[in-house]
């Protein structure tokens, strides 16, 4: 009985925070909606008329961020002033996304264009969550158009393959994407890449089992619960931007993309490996992250 009792503590401890995100999910959507109703509000989701309401939401999540995670955000001054391609790596949980995206709007008052995957559209009761926050799907119509409004817009190559099969190794799985590099080229915007520092030791996947890789391939739909939510130390970095080249080729954005993704003017895999070692564990490991928290010499 006091087994039983210790392992289902262990279970609930491990799944309590990523239900605990959702809840706040559904929440935020809830007050958005309250919102909508008592200010008869029914201008397009991505105008200013929004902001008062986004502004209180980004508070929220960035309280939160500060408290949960010790949340910090580098490389803001690497932002264009203009349109650009935010190029990030994808968590088990992309919560270290939902804090960039308070963070930024508190700070400069932007509004970051996010592409998400079809399954995320398909969620029932976020709507206006998505619209409001900017969740776009990721045809190449729709972010050309994003990017001629001046807005940023930020994407995964791996997308919730890269959530679910990446790990502590913090490994790319981007497979043969490259859509957004030609995206790019089209729109003449620049490449930003951005990663998080421990968010896999935040929250993480079950080891890679063959039935749920071919149950995702096959189906497209996340069945693999993440587990986690310990307060690691969080640190966002944003690398300088590639810029518009006329002369290269998606493919070779695509490369220089996986070469800087974790900052900043490095050119060669060599030069990237020691910043990931600076910055980053590999594997990563759970309790330094921890107490990364307490580590003063690093802010």
Same mark, same amino acid.
């Given at each position: ?20 995100? +959702?809840?706040?999910? @559904?929440?935020?959507?809830? =007050?958005? %909606?309250?919102?909508? $109703?008592?200010?008869?509000?029914? #201008? *397009? ?49 992309? +919560?270290?996304?939902? @804090?960039?995206?308070?963070? =930024?709007? %508190?700070?400069?008052? $932007?509004?970051?264009?996010?592409? #998400? *995957? ?182």
């Amino acid at each position: 009985l006091i087994i039983a009792s210790l392992t289902i503590s262990a279970i609930l401890v491990f799944f309590v925070v990523p239900l605990t995100i +959702i809840f706040f999910i @559904y929440l935020t959507n809830f =007050l958005l %909606l309250i919102y909508q $109703r008592n200010n008869e509000v029914k #201008a *397009d989701p991505l105008s200013d008329v929004w902001n008062s309401i986004r502004k209180t939401i980004a508070s929220f999540w960035d309280i939160y961020a500060r408290i949960w995670h010790g949340y910090e955000l580098h490389g803001v001054q690497n932002l264009p002033e203009g349109p650009g391609i935010l190029v990030y790596y994808h968590g088990a949980i992309p +919560i270290d996304y939902l @804090y960039f995206l308070s963070r =930024l709007f %508190l700070w400069k008052k $932007r509004l970051c264009l996010s592409v #998400a *995957d079809h399954f995320v559209f398909r969620l029932p009761g976020l709507k206006l969550l998505l619209g409001v926050t900017g969740v776009i799907p990721g045809t190449r119509e729709e972010c050309l158009a994003a990017l001629k409004n001046g807005y940023l817009v930020s994407i995964s190559p791996g997308g919730v393959r890269e959530a679910l099969f990446s790990d502590e190794s913090y490994q790319l799985v981007w497979g043969n994407r490259k859509g957004f590099a030609q995206v790019a080229l089209e729109a003449k915007v620049p490449i930003i890449p951005m990663y998080t520092q421990n968010v896999r030791e935040g929250y993480r996947m079950f080891k890679e089992r063959r039935f749920f890789r071919q149950l995702y391939e096959s189906t497209r739909l996340p069945f693999t619960p993440p587990y986690g939510g310990l307060p690691v130390k969080f640190r966002t970095y944003i690398g300088k931007p590639i810029p518009y080249d006329p002369n290269i080729t998606a493919e070779e954005l695509v490369e220089k993309v996986c070469k800087g993704k974790f900052l900043f003017s490095f050119q060669t895999k060599t030069a990237v490996q020691a910043l990931i070692s600076k910055h980053q564990t590999i594997p990563g490991n759970i309790w330094k992250a921890l107490l990364e928290r307490f580590d003063k010499r690093r802010k």
